[in-house]
């Protein structure tokens, strides 16, 4: 399969299967576009119609590129992969490398779009306790066979309400990596409220990432990120970001907004903050039923799409002028990428990363937490329901019917399970608005790479 698209000047070319991109001058497109269809007769001849100034002989000598590279497995490749698909998480066995651990089920904000339900995951609310973040601890070490390398998230609610919990289990885990031949990486999410010197200097020591949470403008921020009497939150959270990104170097960190109805023109949010100082930005769209008020219309899946192309070109302006910014969504390595593993099986929720409540149940990702089907089991006894863990090792991006399709495939591996679930009430559905936004950001993301190649 092969998608061709042109942006920003650029006449680009990728190839699904093999993943190589092509970014080629308009004869060449042409030429792509119709060979497939047509023979080399009907294609010259068509070629010679459109475009003036070219001859016979430059057109057959860009056919015969076209075809050694279809020669090379570089265009029109043969997909190869879909009976390796269910292959590859059979291999990992039941290994776990991440935990999502919910330290506190709880939250000093009152975010009306919050998909916790401000923090209680639609049931109680809570603090987990040491001995529990301890037993998760342990459970991730006895399940992780012989991985080194392994991540938590400290999550919430809001986690700084359970923060010497955080450091004592901080403590914890690194007092097991030399014994236990392990290595932790933390990552905290963080609403900002309660960061103080303490939260900046700890944070800034052990967590590998954090993860700010800001909607962009003040206007915006404050129409849904308030407290529970109703107060907007920017104020009081903007110079404490701003505080602890200036520690941290201006790096190892996301400023996490979501854009909803009332902004789809979130690239006015994310400029914004840019302006305040933040470099690494990233813009989530909302995830919602489509009777809420925040939900995206399809007008403004439309308005966002034109949103994407108008950040990267920002972006290009910016970095030409030595004020480069990095958007999450737009961060791609063509050269050493994700393996063809990870292309084929996504994230590994409920198989290799799991989520952890404040008294030890075991969910495949946060997103799911509080939904009683999902339980997988605790953090004691182990993953008990099998079953549903083997429909998430199942579900891969060739059991999804609706990606066969699709060109951006193998870059989002069949999309968010959760998002699928909550949109379809099928894990291995899709979420259709997500995958139009997501085909947008790749072909902005590989236009910028087209952009940086060109400078080299």
Excluded at 27 to 53: R, T
Aim: aromatic share 10%; glycine share 8%; proline share 4%.
């Amino acid at each position: 399969m092969v998608h061709q698209y042109q942006l920003n000047g650029y006449n680009i070319v990728v190839d699904t299967c093999s993943g190589s991109i092509h970014v080629v001058d308009e004869v060449a497109y042409d030429i792509i576009a119709m060979y497939p269809d047509k023979n080399a007769e009907e294609i010259l001849q068509a070629v010679l119609q459109k475009h003036n100034g070219i001859t016979p002989a430059d057109i057959r000598d860009c056919i015969g590129q076209v075809e050694e590279l279809i020669r090379l497995g570089q265009l029109y490749s043969p997909d190869n992969f879909a009976s390796m698909a269910d292959q590859f998480k059979q291999r990992s066995g039941n290994i776990i490398k991440a935990l999502c651990l919910h330290v506190a089920h709880t939250c000093n904000l009152n975010c009306a779009y919050c998909f916790a339900s401000q923090g209680k995951y639609h049931g109680k609310g809570g603090l987990m306790p040491f001995d529990v973040g301890k037993q998760a601890l342990d459970f991730l070490v006895a399940n992780s066979g012989d991985r080194v390398n392994l991540e938590v998230d400290f999550f919430g609610g809001e986690p700084l309400l359970n923060w010497d919990v955080v450091k004592q289990l901080v403590r914890y885990a690194r007092s097991l990596e030399e014994e236990k031949h392990k290595n932790f990486r933390f990552t905290l999410t963080t609403n900002g409220m309660l960061i103080d010197d303490d939260v900046i200097d700890f944070a800034n020591r052990e967590m590998s990432n954090v993860v700010l949470s800001l909607d962009g403008r003040k206007e915006i921020h404050d129409r849904l990120r308030v407290d529970y009497a109703g107060k907007g939150s920017y104020d009081r959270i903007v110079p404490k970001f701003q505080k602890l990104v200036r520690a941290r170097g201006g790096k190892n960190y996301y400023m996490r907004g979501t854009f909803t109805h009332a902004n789809p023109d979130f690239t006015n949010d994310v400029f914004h903050m840019a302006d305040l100082g933040f470099t690494e930005l990233s813009m989530e769209p909302v995830v919602c039923p489509p009777d809420d008020p925040a939900a995206l219309t399809p007008q403004d899946i439309e308005t966002v799409k034109e949103q994407y192309e108008l950040l990267a070109k920002e972006m290009l302006r910016r970095q030409k002028a030595g004020r480069p910014i990095t958007f999450y969504h737009y961060m791609l390595d063509l050269s050493g990428g994700p393996c063809i593993y990870k292309r084929l099986s996504g994230c590994g929720s409920g198989t290799e990363y799991m989520a952890v409540t404040p008294w030890g149940d075991l969910y495949p990702c946060h997103q799911f937490v509080g939904e009683e089907k999902f339980k997988l089991g605790d953090i004691w006894k182990g993953v008990e329901n099998t079953a549903l863990r083997e429909q998430f090792r199942s579900c891969n991006v060739y059991s999804r019917p609706q990606c066969a399709d699709c060109w951006a495939r193998l870059y989002c591996s069949g999309g968010c399970a959760a998002n699928a679930y909550h949109a379809t009430g099928d894990i291995r559905g899709i979420y259709e608005a997500g995958c139009q936004l997501f085909r947008k950001r790749m072909e902005c993301a590989i236009m910028l790479q087209a952009a940086a190649a060109e400078e080299e």
